[in-house]
């Protein structure tokens, strides 16, 4: 193994169904979601989705249950803070696009309709984040004071 790295997310026409080949870089992912994964590069290219062998990968990216701890059990790096660039599993990562702008708008939020999913996601959770302050705002005023 020459490298190792947690990657993601995904876009989930890149990791639906059967094993994916990368036209970009000959990788090969095997995934069953679009949140995060590992990728192992090789120190020499692998034979995999090809059955004569013609294709031969650099690296192979998949994804498990448990990211940390293969990483891990690879010699990769301590998982034990947060990997820049992923976000909690709020449930948003896995709906599309269109169904992100619906979410937003029934929220009222306003001029959601050109925004790019990464800028939705955005806007969604700082409206979650903003509606908790005011839920504690509110819960706060609600309480007597001396």
């Known amino acids: 193994m020459a490298s190792v790295a947690i990657t993601g997310p995904y876009q ?8 994916r080949l990368s ?11 679009a949140h995060q ?5 090789f120190h020499e290219p692998v034979r995999a989705i090809d059955p004569v062998g013609a294709i031969r990968h650099p690296a192979v990216t998949v994804t498990v249950h448990d990211v940390a701890g293969l990483v ?13 660039g992923t976000e909690p599993d709020d449930g948003l990562m896995a709906l ?38 005011s839920a504690l705002a509110s819960e ?3 309480q007597p004071h001396p």
């Open 12 to 19: 989930l026409l890149k990791v639906a169904g059967p094993a």
């Open 23 to 33: 036209v970009r870089d000959r990788g090969i992912t095997l995934a069953t979601n």
């Open 37 to 41: 994964g590992v990728c192992i590069g």
């Open 72 to 84: 891990l059990a690879l010699g990769g790096p301590s998982t034990d803070v947060e990997v820049p």
């Open 96 to 133: 599309t696009a269109s169904q992100l702008r619906e979410e937003a708008r029934r929220l009222g939020l306003a001029g959601v309709g050109k925004l790019k999913k990464g800028e939705l996601l955005d806007v969604l959770r700082a409206a979650a984040d903003q509606s908790r302050v």
């Open 140 to 142: 706060f005023h609600d």
